[in-house]
T-cell receptor, first 114, second 113 residues
């Protein structure tokens, strides 16, 4: 699988620490997304971006921040304000437009709290 | 905003039998309904999708049906095989162009050999 790469695969956060998850895509997709996956809760949207230098909050944005300085990159920062950060984080990308809704997912980052 | 409910949360079927997973959505403006499959330790992948202008779509052993009036849609897998074991997610998207999908909570399907 290629096209969208997440790193690291595993990440540990100390209390009070901010950590950043990387997401890079070479699919020339306009839209990028961050989802959080918890057991039994499906995929919940944290932030999404449809164009460079613009992004919108999803359903659970509190305690997270993002940037979209380049089309290829959409890093997610988990701040110390996120009190329950342990989860599996998935980045995704897609074209923008009615006929191009398919999401391409990265392989995920498992974040745990020390 | 959109709310998607998915049932059942777990499903076990004998190999060769059929499996059905059901989802309901709340926003009548939603017009796009994909299904994603996530095998253990892997990333979710799109397996089939349907738009609101059709009632049914098939692709080999999988099919999706949509009832706009009742606001529910279902995934049907026939002649199940061990490789169908995975977590399946339904999703819905409004036609207001914000490209935002709302996912259901997932169904863990286990195929019993």
């Amino acid at each position: 699988d290629g096209g969208i790469t997440q790193s690291p695969k595993y990440l540990f956060r100390k209390e009070g620490q901010n950590v950043t998850l990387s997401c890079e895509q070479n699919l020339n997709h306009d839209a990028m997304y961050w989802y959080r996956q918890d057991p039994g809760q499906g995929l919940r949207l944290i932030y999404y971006s449809q164009i460079v230098n613009d992004f919108q909050k999803g359903d659970i944005a509190e305690g997270y921040s993002v940037s979209r300085e380049k089309k290829e990159s959409f890093p997610l920062t988990v701040t110390s304000a996120q009190k329950n950060p342990t989860a599996f984080y998935l980045c995704a990308s897609s074209m923008v437009g009615k006929t191009n809704e398919k999401l391409f997912f990265g392989s995920g980052t498992q974040l745990s709290v020390l | 905003g959109e709310n998607v409910e998915q049932h059942p949360s777990t499903l076990s079927v004998q190999e060769g039998d059929s499996a059905v997973i059901k989802c309901t959505y709340s926003d009548s403006a939603s017009n796009y309904f994909p299904w994603y499959k996530q095998e253990l330790g892997k990333r979710p992948q799109l397996i089939i999708d349907i738009r609101s202008n059709v009632g049914e779509k098939k692709d080999q052993r999988i099919a999706v049906t949509l009832n706009k009036t009742a606001k529910h849609f279902s995934l049907h897998i026939t002649e199940t095989q061990p490789e169908d074991s995975a977590v399946y997610f339904c999703a819905a998207r409004s036609n207001f162009g914000n490209e935002k999908l709302t996912f259901g909570t997932g169904t863990r399907l286990t195929i019993i050999p």
